[in-house]
């Protein structure tokens, strides 16, 4: 072979070279690329569980039904994946390292993230801790898996309705009080805000947005937990004693009773 035929055989294998490598990187993008597409649209869920089995489960199970799932062993773990856009947290209460009480006060300080616990933990104190601190759900084990994954969609389902509500500024005035929905806050008549746990807003923005007419304990059990099992109309009936207890200084109760029905908004509403 001459030295033209020699130079052009070379040329032709550099070129395969270069072909075969930019395919290669061509690959290497579209992998890539299809890595950060596959979390858009799917919410993020982290499950919460000391328990490798059980924690692999949940992971399993919602990665197939669409969600971008991260396992944590423990709340530095649990914390650890905050940092990142977070959705939802399946969060069990007994944790090697600390309380899953706790650990819920600290997500609802810091994230807008839903929380569902999931545990053993079966009394209703504990059950109603769990709702009043920063609970959308409160599930025992065993897990029903399809029950866990409805409930987990209709948590998402709703926090979206909010954040859709959110958007227009909506501040109703009844009584000495002003309720703002978009910022979650409760003014009194100084301007002053009136500390309220999650589940005491959600049943005081659902009686006032109902303009006067009285709301069911059951209804108002889904207003508050989502849920109408597992729940004791118990928890309804406690959050309206602190609500009255927090909401002093008119003449008129704010929350009134209606027997055999629930309770209602006694002051008129006005925008």
């Not at 290497?28 to 690329?33: C, K, L, N, P, T």
């Not at 309380?99 to 997500?107: H, P, R, S, T, V």
């Amino acid at each position: 072979m001459n030295v033209r035929s020699q130079d052009s055989a070379s040329r032709g294998h550099l070129n395969l070279q270069a072909q075969s490598q930019a395919h290669r990187t061509s690959n290497i993008v579209a992998d890539s690329a299809l890595q950060e597409l596959r979390p858009v649209g799917r919410e993020r869920l982290i499950v919460v569980e000391d328990d490798p089995v059980t924690r692999t489960m949940l992971v399993g199970y919602f990665s197939e039904n669409n969600f971008d799932v991260v396992g944590a062993g423990t709340c530095a773990e649990c914390r650890q994946a905050l940092r990142a856009r977070t959705d939802l947290v399946f969060l069990d209460v007994q944790l090697p390292d600390g309380d899953g009480f706790e650990l819920a006060k600290e997500i609802q300080a810091t994230s807008n993230a839903g929380i569902i616990f999931v545990t053993r933990r079966d009394t209703d104190v504990d059950r109603i801790l769990g709702l009043e601190i920063a609970g959308d759900h409160y599930v025992t084990k065993p897990i029903n898996l399809r029950d866990l994954l409805a409930r987990a969609r209709s948590v998402l389902r709703r926090r979206s309705i909010d954040r859709k509500a959110a958007r227009n500024h909506n501040s109703i005035a009844f009584g000495d009080w002003i309720i703002d929905l978009t910022r979650r806050e409760l003014l009194g008549s100084d301007g002053k805000p009136v500390v309220l746990t999650r589940a005491e807003f959600d049943l005081l923005a659902a009686l006032v947005g109902a303009d006067g007419r009285p709301l069911s304990r059951d209804y108002l059990i889904e207003v508050v937990s989502n849920r109408q099992a597992e729940v004791d109309i118990r928890t309804v009936d406690a959050l309206v004693a602190r609500l009255r207890r927090k909401l002093v200084g008119s003449d008129t109760p704010v929350i009134a009773t209606v027997t055999g029905v629930g309770y209602k908004l006694a002051l008129s509403e006005r925008l």
